[in-house]
């Protein structure tokens, strides 16, 4: 079995600061692990992913995330936000057949 | 457009009518996924086909769900007598085979049963 638990359902930071959201999953099998970004009235788009490979991964847009087995964590992060960046964002878990998603995490950014 | 593609994009239907929606992958993604969202809820799993194979249902997916994908291409989702509680965003997806490659997202089919 596995699943996501996305630790903030919001996170509101003013343009121009860091961001942080947070990602711990449970998977029985090395997972893969992706970002998801949701902008109102349009589809899920892929922002990065995790597949074994280099624990720090880049995504678009400026986004990066830190796998950490140690924490069972896949942190999603930006060094400096936009306001374009305001949307929902999903972490999901995958290792196999199935796309477990978490509930996810509403960024707002504040000017 | 090569990207997923669902029809139709907006569905109200009366209680206890039935409805379909269709989903057309990629053309090479032979993986091929359904996903439910409500309001302010992440996408649940409702099933997954490798080609013309349904290999898993959830159990969210009752008795008034069934899905096909016929000769492996196109994908239907139908809802049978449909309740309130079904009003949701459908959602289709599809990878390619390789284990743990990302999957692409259809702009989704939201079905309001009044």
């Known amino acids: 079995a596995q699943s996501v638990t996305q630790l903030d359902s919001h996170v509101s930071v003013s343009e121009g600061t860091p961001v942080l959201l947070r990602c711990n999953y449970s998977s029985s099998y090395s997972p893969s692990l992706f970002w998801y970004v949701q902008h109102p009235n349009k589809g899920l788009q892929l922002l990065l992913k995790y597949t074994s490979a280099a624990t720090l991964v880049k995504g678009i847009n400026g986004f990066e995330a830190e796998f950490k087995k140690s924490e069972t964590s896949f942190h999603l992060t930006k060094p400096s936000a936009h306001m374009s960046d305001a949307a929902e964002y999903f972490c999901?878990?995958?290792?196999?057949?199935?796309?477990?998603f978490g509930a996810g995490t509403r960024l707002t950014v504040k000017p | 457009d090569t990207g997923v593609s669902q029809d139709p994009r907006h569905k109200i239907t009366k209680r206890g009518q039935n409805v379909t929606f269709r989903c057309d992958p990629i053309s090479e993604h032979n993986r091929l996924y359904w996903y439910r969202q409500t309001l302010g809820q992440g996408p649940e799993f409702l099933t997954y086909?490798?080609?013309?194979?349904?290999?898993?249902k959830s159990r969210l997916l009752s008795d008034r769900f069934s899905a096909e994908r016929p000769k492996g291409s196109f994908s239907t989702l139908e809802i049978q007598r449909t309740e309130q509680g079904d009003s949701a965003m459908y959602l289709c997806a599809s990878s390619l085979r390789q284990t743990n490659t990302e999957a692409f997202f259809g702009q989704g089919t939201r079905l309001t049963v009044v």
């Open positions: 086909f490798q080609n013309e194979a349904q290999l898993e």
């Open positions: 999901v878990v995958s290792s196999g057949n199935d796309m477990r």
